[in-house]
């Protein structure tokens, strides 16, 4: 059985609190690939971290007895001004920010690329089901660390998801008696 791969952009975007004190600007710009950013800027000399930029409603139709093999998400991204980065990456179920940390140690770079988190075999420490990926509240919530001198912006241009799934055996018997 072959693994099925869908990339979808998010219809919403918002800010989840339970971390940082830093804002998000623009925050609808992260649906678009077209260099129009959300940006994060610290508000004071000692830099800290952003609260959960959220990108949710990813519009995902997986069948209901296919089984969730992986999922991966891409960030474009980019700093200006100081030395920044991922201070937390992790997905959204239930609207709830949870799963294995996945934010990358590495410095943003100061021109617009993507980093990608996760992988076609990547469950972030969660169970999923298509339920969970079809609902509107599922997600990814990103947090960015600024310095403690408190400089740089951080930029971000777009965000996309793709979910890695196969049809299990009970799918397979539906379709075959839709068929006859």
């Known amino acids: 059985m072959a693994v099925i791969s869908r990339t979808r952009?998010?219809?919403?975007?918002?800010?989840?609190l339970t971390l940082g004190s830093i804002s998000w600007a623009n925050r609808d710009n992260i649906k678009l690939e077209d260099g129009?950013?959300?940006?994060?800027?610290?508000?004071?000399?000692?830099?800290?971290?952003?609260y959960y930029l959220t990108a949710s409603n990813f519009g995902f139709s997986i069948p209901t007895y296919d089984?969730?093999?992986?999922?991966?998400?891409?960030i474009k991204r980019k700093a200006s001004g100081g030395i920044l980065g991922d201070y937390s990456v992790k997905l959204i179920k239930g609207g709830v920010i949870g799963g294995t940390e996945?934010?990358?140690?590495?410095?943003?770079?100061?021109?617009?690329?993507?980093a990608t988190y996760?992988?076609?075999?990547?469950?972030w420490g969660l169970a999923w089901d298509?339920?969970?990926?079809?609902?509107?509240t599922f997600g990814v919530g990103i947090s960015v660390g600024f310095p403690w001198d408190g400089d740089g912006i951080a930029y971000i241009d777009y965000i996309?998801?793709?979910v890695y799934s196969r049809a299990s055996i009970k799918s397979q018997l539906i379709l075959i008696s839709d068929d006859v």
């Open 102 to 114: 996945h934010g990358l140690a590495a410095n943003w770079p100061t021109v617009n690329e993507y």
């Open 9 to 16: 952009s998010p219809q919403l975007s918002g800010l989840d």
């Open 67 to 74: 089984i969730v093999k992986g999922i991966k998400v891409e």
């Open 130 to 136: 298509p339920a969970d990926i079809n609902a509107i």
């Open 160 to 162: 996309k998801m793709t």
């Open 36 to 50: 129009v950013f959300s940006t994060a800027v610290p508000d004071g000399p000692y830099g800290g971290w952003t």
């Open 118 to 123: 996760g992988s076609s075999t990547d469950m």
